[in-house]
T-cell receptor
């Protein structure tokens, strides 16, 4: 089954404790992205990757890092999380100009 | 920068009736894509319908159709014969190229039985 998976689905952590949210897709897509969703703001792009070792900032990259060492994986790293990063996070992938496929979302709470 | 605006934070409709969700966008480009996504309580993002800007014909998918007005930069979603399962948050989105979607703020749709 074609899908985008994210782990964990839920995470509660404390300020300053490094964390990684994993994202993997099995569709051999070149493009992958991370979004955060906040009430009243819709989804905003954090980072995107156009292929292995090619990443670039989206609209809200501050406080986040990404890497793309393999085509299928695109982890999101929060090196020192803060409460304003409490949000719902989505990973998405797409091939060429086709639709983006979204993962199930990760609900992150930073205390 | 491209922006997408959904001016209706909430809408409600009686079951079996028709409802239209509004979306406007701002861009200087001529080649782009527009989407409507549905987000039910499960939080999964589900593609409802897609419109290519170069196509004049409005896209339709079963009970879902769009009214795409390129000159006015308007992209509304019409849901006919509303069903309880249509209750969700709906997001309008714009894309140029493959790497970025710009989303509106969302419209929460309630279906009254």
């Amino acid at each position: 089954e074609a899908q985008v998976t994210q782990n964990p689905r839920y995470l509660i952590t404390v300020t300053g404790k490094k964390l990684t949210v994993t994202c993997s897709q099995n569709m051999n897509h070149e493009y992958m992205s991370w979004y955060r969703q906040d009430p009243g703001l819709g989804l905003r792009q954090i980072y995107y990757s156009m292929n292995v070792e090619v990443t670039d900032k989206g609209d809200v990259p501050e406080g986040y890092k990404v890497s793309r060492k393999e085509k299928r994986n695109f982890p999101l790293i929060l090196e020192s999380p803060s409460p304003n990063q409490t949000s719902l996070y989505f990973c998405a992938s797409s091939g060429s100009y086709n639709e983006q496929f979204f993962g199930p979302g990760t609900r992150l709470t930073v205390l | 920068a491209q922006t997408v605006t959904q001016s209706q934070p909430e809408m409600s409709v009686q079951e079996a009736e028709t409802v239209t969700l509004s979306c406007t966008y701002d861009t200087s480009e001529s080649d782009y894509y527009l989407f409507w996504y549905k987000q039910p309580p499960s939080r999964q993002m589900i593609l409802v319908i897609r419109q290519e800007a170069y196509k004049q014909q409005n896209a339709t998918e079963n009970r879902f159709s769009v009214n795409f007005q390129k000159a006015a930069k308007s992209f509304s979603l019409k849901i006919s014969d509303s069903q309880l399962g249509d209750a969700a948050m709906y997001f309008c989105a714009y894309r140029r190229g493959a790497q970025k979607l710009v989303f509106g703020q969302g419209t929460r749709l309630t279906i009254n039985p």
